[in-house]
């Protein structure tokens, strides 16, 4: 199934796009210093690209004056997930996030993608804020839900 923002239409499926985008981001960032954070990490499993995990701080429904960072991730294929990849890369960024002096971290969902609910619960994640009904896929009501992580507590 197609978890990740399913009422969003689907931009592209062009693996050389997605290819460039990362090249590109790797020629950015390859000569920063290891101080520069950075907001996203491609997830590469025997040398293949799989998916990525990021970071952003502009919440579609939550207020987030303090510009506490979201992390989101995203494994296309479904061949690739539930094998325990998408936790393990989540771990590593909340780790990574944490060591460049991040305190909290938001992880938004909807209540239909209970395979993300439950790695989120794994990693620590509280329910943090409800809209109820706020997305619809395939005519079906679902509550988007933001959790957030104490890092202090890890």
Same mark, same amino acid.
């Given at each position: 199934? #197609?978890?990740? +923002?399913?009422?969003?239409?689907?931009? *592209? #499926?062009? %693996?050389?796009?997605?290819?460039? =985008?990362?090249? @590109?981001?790797?020629?950015?960032?390859?000569?920063?210093?290891?101080?520069? %954070?950075?907001?996203?990490? =491609?997830?590469?499993?025997?040398?293949? $690209?799989? &998916?990525?995990? *990021?970071?952003?701080?502009?919440? =579609?429904?939550?207020?987030?004056?303090?510009?506490?960072? +979201?992390?989101?991730? @995203? !494994?296309?294929?479904?061949? #690739?997930?539930?094998?325990?990849? &998408?936790?393990? +890369?989540?771990?590593?960024?909340?780790?990574?996030?944490?060591? /460049? &002096? $991040? /305190?909290?971290?938001?992880?938004?969902?909807?209540?239909? #993608?209970?395979?993300?609910?439950?790695?989120?619960?794994?990693?620590?994640?509280?329910?943090?804020?409800?809209? !109820?009904?706020?997305?619809?896929?395939?005519?079906?009501?679902? @509550? +988007?839900?933001?959790?957030?992580? @104490?890092?202090?507590?890890?």
């Amino acid at each position: 199934g #197609n978890w990740d +923002a399913p009422w969003e239409s689907y931009l *592209s #499926n062009d %693996e050389n796009k997605e290819r460039k =985008e990362w090249t @590109d981001y790797y020629n950015y960032v390859k000569d920063m210093s290891k101080d520069f %954070e950075r907001w996203k990490f =491609e997830i590469e499993v025997d040398n293949k $690209h799989i &998916g990525w995990v *990021s970071s952003y701080t502009d919440l =579609e429904y939550l207020e987030n004056k303090d510009k506490v960072l +979201a992390i989101g991730i @995203d !494994i296309p294929s479904p061949n #690739n997930r539930c094998k325990g990849y &998408g936790t393990i +890369a989540l771990k590593m960024f909340i780790k990574y996030l944490k060591e /460049h &002096g $991040h /305190h909290y971290l938001y992880i938004q969902t909807w209540s239909g #993608n209970i395979p993300m609910i439950i790695v989120i619960k794994k990693l620590g994640f509280k329910e943090y804020f409800r809209k !109820i009904d706020y997305r619809e896929v395939k005519n079906e009501k679902y @509550d +988007a839900i933001t959790y957030i992580l @104490d890092l202090d507590k890890l």
